[in-house]
């Protein structure tokens, strides 16, 4: 785009251009369908892609299975209270001391709406490495012995080859769309997170495609000032979407809006405790459903409440 | 000794400061006389004890241990005050970091981890040292209580040197006979053996730290028995709040108290805030 004109009108024209690829949150979600894989990055309460889970939700996506982070937060619990949810991957769904359990994610497991892949952080990994490498499976040894091969049967004991030892296979966690929150990209989806940006490599690494949404897009230069930063090189889709983890932190942003997920946490606690989802689909239409893109959710939350986040 | 706190903030009366090791303090305490020096002690989320005890360990008597710390790795010997954070991903645990590691390399890597020592909880502890973080129930695709899963603790128990079971309620619901389902294997049924046979890197859980008691676990049964009360427990309340039949020496060790230097750094400079200084359930 554009860039076709730096060749001039010489007489040895090069074909084609770089394809930017930046786009708003309501087309980069619209290569998502029913039943998918989704993998949700991000750490508990830090930097999961709420701009891009909501609009998810809008759509009212169904019978997905959700690939969370190591240790997800109430984004997955989110996304099973809109009941777009059929399967949780995740070794835990909570919010620490804020919940300690994902409410939602609690109510719909114990009642059986939803399937829970059962696994440990490390089999987790496994199961994403083994995705990345083009294999049926990871082999992991811790796990074996435990209750995990009995309630997750994809889990298999085995004998290994080599050693003799017994084993698990962890199955080839294959994720259809990545989504991830970074700090920053170039708008050819080199993407940078600010910190270690947790396990977002490895779910992206474990994805057939990559949507990044970010608090700041920057020049290319700028990127190739640390290119050993580049934490995903060739994001599929790429979002700007300032306060996107709202209300979760953004590391060298802002942390996590407390007050805000403690309203979230009373809602969802409510259709645990006594079964009514009338908080919860109130705390839904005002945050999730009535605002029709991150704009309009951000404009909810309001400025004075935005601009009050500070990290230090 | 610098006092970094903000004026009027967590300074104590001379009343506070002498009174007598809260459970979770003698818990801490217990903990940090059985680490090493030379150890990596990683302390997860929101786990108060654990976190205070490999701190008070790092600075009485650890100066070559290495503390990882809301996935960061830290040398505190020379902080006056070791702020604590609610949240593991509180970005201002940064500030001391020598490393800061991305979760799946932390989660990839094993090999170090043979100097490691870790800390594991659960909402069921079993008398062979099983633990269950997954739920309670007999369907488990229909759990009656759901728990928060095992988050890294099966895989955390099988790779570091060795590890302590740790929980902050001492109760017949927390401390049974048998798990409804068991996410970190400790001696499994009791088959003498059995963590060889698997091939687990280490020996299995050593204590199980209670605000309480401390337990060990026989060498050839594997049941957990009796190792030590803590100041002021009665024998009768421990078998009381305990769902399993246990061995009791005698005469009933107690469990150190800290000393009188220990117990000012666990107030003035790792838990400043006070959330040792709690009551326990049990």
Same mark, same amino acid.
């Given at each position: 785009m $554009?860039d076709r004109a730096?060749?001039?009108d010489?007489e040895?024209?090069?074909?084609?251009?770089?394809?930017p690829?930046?786009?708003?949150?309501t087309?980069?979600?619209a290569?998502l369908?029913?039943?998918m894989?989704?993998?949700?990055g991000?750490?508990?309460?830090a930097?999961h892609?709420?701009?891009?889970v909501?609009?998810?939700?809008?759509?009212?996506?169904?019978?997905l299975t959700?690939?969370?982070?190591?240790s997800s937060?109430l984004?997955? /619990?989110?996304? +099973?209270?809109?009941?777009c949810?059929?399967?949780v991957?995740?070794p835990?769904?909570?919010?620490e001391?804020?919940?300690p359990?994902?409410p939602?994610?609690?109510h719909?497991?114990?009642?059986?709406?939803?399937?829970?892949?059962e696994?440990?952080?490390?089999?987790?990994?496994?199961?994403l490495?083994?995705?990345s490498q083009?294999l049926?499976?990871n082999?992991?040894?811790?796990?074996v012995?435990?209750s995990?091969?009995?309630?997750?049967?994809?889990l298999?004991?085995?004998e290994?080859p080599?050693r003799g030892?017994?084993l698990?296979?962890?199955?080839?966690?294959e994720i259809?769309v990545?989504?991830i929150?970074?700090a920053?990209?170039?708008r050819y989806?080199?993407?940078?997170?600010?910190?270690?940006?947790?396990g977002?490599?490895?779910?992206?690494?474990a994805a057939d495609?990559?949507?990044v949404q970010v608090?700041?897009l920057i020049?290319?230069?700028?990127?190739?000032?640390n290119?050993?930063?580049?934490?995903?090189a060739?994001?599929?889709?790429v +979002?700007?979407?300032?306060y996107g983890?709202?209300?979760?932190?953004?590391?060298?942003?802002?942390?996590p809006?407390?007050?805000?997920?403690?309203e979230?946490?009373?809602?969802?606690?409510e259709?645990?405790?006594?079964g009514?989802?009338?908080r919860?689909?109130?705390?839904l239409a005002?945050?999730?459903?009535?605002?029709?893109?991150h704009?309009?959710y951000?404009e909810?939350v309001g400025?004075?409440?935005l601009?009050?986040?500070?990290?230090? | 000794?610098?006092?970094?706190?903000p004026?009027?903030?967590g300074r104590m009366?001379q009343t506070?400061a002498?009174?007598?090791?809260s459970?979770?303090?003698?818990?801490?305490?217990?903990?940090?006389?059985?680490?090493?020096?030379?150890?990596?002690?990683? +302390?997860?989320?929101n786990l108060?004890?654990p976190?205070a005890? &490999?701190?008070?360990a790092h600075?009485?008597?650890?100066? *070559?241990?290495t503390?990882?710390?809301a996935?960061?790795?830290?040398?505190l010997?020379?902080?006056?005050?070791?702020e604590?954070?609610?949240?593991?991903?509180d970005?201002?645990a940064?500030?001391?970091?020598e490393?800061?590691?991305?979760?799946d390399?932390?989660?990839?890597?094993?090999?170090?981890?043979?100097?490691?020592v870790?800390?594991?909880?659960g909402?069921?502890?079993?008398?062979f040292? *099983?633990s269950n973080l997954i739920?309670i129930?007999?369907?488990h695709?229909r759990?009656a209580?759901? $728990?928060?899963?095992?988050i890294?603790?099966? *895989?955390a128990?099988?790779h570091n $040197?060795?590890?302590?079971l +740790?929980?902050n309620?001492?109760?017949?619901?927390v401390?049974?006979?048998?798990c409804?389902y068991v996410?970190?294997?400790?001696?499994?049924?009791?088959t003498?053996?059995?963590?060889?046979e698997l091939?687990?890197?280490?020996?299995?859980?050593r204590?199980?730290?209670?605000?309480?008691?401390?337990? /060990?676990?026989h060498l050839?049964?594997h049941r957990a028995?009796?190792?030590?009360?803590?100041?002021g427990?009665e024998?009768a309340?421990?078998?009381?709040?305990t769902?399993?039949?246990?061995?009791?020496?005698d005469?009933v060790?107690?469990t150190p108290?800290?000393s009188?230097h220990?117990?000012?750094?666990?107030?003035e400079r790792?838990? &400043?805030?006070?959330r040792?200084?709690?009551?326990?359930?049990?």
């Open positions: $554009g730096l060749s001039g010489d040895q024209t090069v074909e084609g251009s770089r394809r690829v930046v786009t708003d949150e087309s980069a979600v290569v369908c029913d039943g894989t989704v993998g949700v991000g750490f508990i309460n930097a892609p709420m701009a891009l909501r609009q998810l939700v809008r759509r009212r996506l169904k019978e959700v690939v969370g982070a190591a937060g984004d997955v /619990d989110l996304l +099973v209270a809109c009941g949810v059929a399967k991957v995740a835990y769904v909570g919010a001391g804020l919940a359990i994902g939602a994610f609690r719909a497991a114990q009642q059986g709406l939803i399937e829970v892949w696994l440990d952080e490390a089999l987790y990994y496994a199961g490495r083994a995705s083009r049926p499976f082999p992991w040894r811790a796990g012995g435990t995990y091969p009995c309630i997750n049967p994809d298999k004991e085995f290994d080599i030892e017994r698990l296979a962890v199955p080839a966690i259809d990545a989504l929150h970074a920053v990209s170039d989806g080199n993407v940078q997170h600010d910190g270690t940006g947790y977002d490599r490895a779910i992206h690494a495609v990559t949507i608090e700041q020049s290319p230069e700028r990127i190739r000032r290119p050993a930063a580049t934490s995903v060739g994001a599929d889709r +979002v700007r979407a300032p983890a709202h209300p979760f932190g953004s590391e060298g942003y802002y942390p809006d407390r007050e805000h997920l403690g979230y946490v009373d809602a969802a606690q259709l645990l405790r006594t009514s989802r009338s919860l689909d109130a705390y005002r945050y999730v459903l009535e605002p029709r893109d704009v309009e951000l909810q400025l004075r409440r601009v009050e986040l500070s990290e230090y | 000794m610098p006092d970094a706190r004026e009027g903030e009366s506070a002498e009174a007598p090791a459970p979770f303090e003698l818990m801490a305490t217990a903990l940090a006389h059985d680490l090493e020096d030379g150890e990596w002690v990683e +302390v997860g989320a108060p004890v976190r005890a &490999a701190l008070l600075l009485t008597h650890g100066p *070559n241990m503390i990882m710390l996935m960061t790795k830290a040398y010997r020379d902080e006056p005050l070791i604590e954070f609610e949240l593991i991903t970005v201002r940064q500030r001391w970091a490393a800061y590691y991305p979760h390399r932390l989660l990839s890597e094993m090999r170090f981890r043979r100097r490691g870790f800390f594991c909880g909402i069921q502890i079993d008398q040292g *099983n739920g129930g007999h369907d695709r759990l209580f759901r $728990g928060p899963g095992a890294g603790t099966c *895989n128990t099988v $040197g060795r590890y302590h +740790v929980t309620e001492h109760s017949a619901r401390l049974v006979e048998r409804d996410s970190a294997l400790g001696f499994g049924d009791g003498p053996g059995l963590r060889e091939g687990l890197g280490n020996e299995g859980p204590y199980i730290v209670t605000p309480l008691c401390v337990f /060990d676990f050839e049964t028995r009796l190792r030590s009360l803590h100041p427990v024998l309340r421990v078998v009381e709040h769902g399993f039949a246990f061995e009791v020496p005469p060790p107690i108290a800290p009188p220990e117990l000012s750094i666990l107030r790792i838990d &400043a805030q006070g040792l200084r709690g009551a326990a359930a049990g």
